[in-house]
């Protein structure tokens, strides 16, 4: 499995080097070289395929009566997959990997680059610690506590959770961990009906979640929860600094800096295994309150765990205090409470148990005044918020989360008047959703693999 992460990262890379060579090509030199017939390209000064240099970029070379190619082009994914036999033959080494295995892993790519296209920033190379898994999608079995992979075997694993009856294996994704191997298995039974969400016009009660740090979540309805600050707490810092320096004191290269180093990943593995658990139930606490819709604020994270802009003495050109010890704090803070996986987990549970999940603009959402909406950042003392034009007191982070309660309500009334009364499928549950990012085609599946998510459960069972 070592080797396939290995080779499976290799294929990766080179596929995706294929496709920025061709970007920049293209990028640089327009529709120049954009080939819409059969005529005959000289490889010298363009590329034949506008996607991709490897493999067939037609589907079917035969005419028709008008001599126009049926079919004509392949996409920049079925590209890559159909080069797939030409690479088995150039580095026969490939041919020890399951066939559906190197094609999910073009795909990953193709899903990469489907998000850059979508707004999302540029598919990067893959190192050792951003890529350690491959996925099947056929031919996995299971059989108590034993597991088939094709092309590897049977083995023995830790059947954490065994498969209901009526389900069928979908998909198994085969991921390394700091601990050993995880195998977590997508199931599907097509008897199981559609979860059905609440008409937006029928949506009568709502409850706004604003996230914070002291406590993780504040609810509308006044309800807190609290944050157990897995990575942040004091005894785990206290662990983590001992380790690291215990790293820190061995010599490099030697094998007890890398048991030392095991160990702080371990650490770190433990730590965010606790997290999941935790925001799970945190989800299904939110997701089971009697309401028939959740707002949440949508958070720019990776906005506000940006540094601090450094600041210079202009005479002396020496570096001045510019805050960013003191942030760094903060930061991890926000890191540890990881606000965005809460928020899909809590989407997850919402979709579940047929609530209207809405995001929100979280603007002035803790400055605005809940009973009169005036807006005035004074108004906030910490803790306190004391409206400083009506006087209203309340608990500063409920205020909030009140706040977003209103704007979701104003959100779903805004999207009953328009285009979209009717309650969407899960698949795309995205366009329900107000943020910015989020410009998906209406009635259009985000992608291939969530198709069929509604009846699937995933499973994750730890393998030996
Ligand atoms: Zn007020």
Redesign the pocket.
């Known amino acids: 499995m070592e080797n396939w992460v290995n080779m499976l990262r290799s294929q990766y890379n080179w596929y995706a080097a294929d496709r920025i060579a061709q970007y920049n090509q293209q990028f640089l030199q327009g529709n120049y070289c954009d080939i819409k017939t059969y005529s005959e390209a000289c490889p010298i000064t363009c590329f034949v395929s506008k996607n991709g240099a490897t493999g067939e970029p037609w589907k079917d070379t035969k005419v028709d009566k008008d001599g126009k190619a049926k079919n004509p082009r392949r996409n920049a994914r079925d590209i890559q997959i159909t080069a797939l036999p030409e690479l088995k033959k150039a580095r026969p080494w490939y041919a020890g990997i399951d066939s559906t295995v190197l094609q999910q892993n073009v795909k990953r790519l193709d899903k990469a680059y489907e998000n850059f296209f979508s707004g999302r920033g540029f598919p990067k190379f893959k190192n050792r610690s951003s890529f350690s898994s491959f996925t099947y999608v056929m031919g996995v079995k299971v059989q108590g506590n034993k597991i088939y992979l094709p092309k590897i075997g049977w083995m023995r694993f830790y059947n954490s959770r065994p498969i209901p009856q009526g389900f069928t294996v979908k998909a198994a994704t085969v991921r390394k961990r700091q601990h050993g191997w995880y195998v977590s298995i997508r199931i599907e039974d097509k008897t199981v009906p559609d979860y059905v969400a609440v008409a937006l016009a029928d949506v009568k009660s709502i409850v706004g979640c604003d996230m914070g740090i002291t406590k993780l979540v504040h609810l509308s309805d006044g309800h807190q929860i609290k944050n157990p600050k897995f990575a942040t707490n004091k005894k785990v810092k206290r662990i983590l600094r001992i380790r690291q320096r215990r790293i820190s004191r061995k010599q490099k290269g030697s094998k007890n800096r890398t048991k030392a180093a095991a160990r702080v990943g371990k650490l770190h593995k433990k730590i965010s295994d606790k997290r999941q658990a935790y925001q799970w139930k945190v989800a299904s606490q939110i997701a089971s309150r009697r309401v028939d819709a959740i707002g949440v604020e949508d958070l720019n994270v990776s906005g506000m765990l940006k540094r601090c802009r450094v600041k210079m003495d202009e005479t002396t050109g020496r570096f001045l205090l510019n805050g960013q010890s003191r942030k760094k704090g903060l930061n991890r803070s926000i890191s540890d409470a990881s606000w965005s996986e809460l928020s899909q987990k809590i989407e997850y549970m919402a979709v579940k148990s047929g609530k209207v999940f809405v995001k929100v603009n979280p603007k002035y959402t803790s400055q605005k005044?809940n009973?009169?909406g005036?807006i005035d950042a004074s108004s906030r003392d910490k803790e306190k918020f004391i409206?400083s034009?009506?006087g209203?007191m309340a608990h500063a982070d409920i205020n909030a989360a009140k706040n977003i309660k209103k704007l979701a309500m104003n959100n779903i009334a805004s999207m009953v008047c328009g285009d979209s009364a009717k309650p969407e499928p899960f698949g795309s549950k995205r366009s329900r959703t107000k943020s910015p990012r989020t410009k998906c085609k209406r009635g259009e599946p985000e992608n291939p693999s969530n198709r069929d998510i509604k009846s699937e459960i995933s499973l994750e069972s730890a393998c030996l």
Request: aromatic residues 12%.
């Open positions: 005044c009973v009169c005036h409206c034009a009506c209203y």
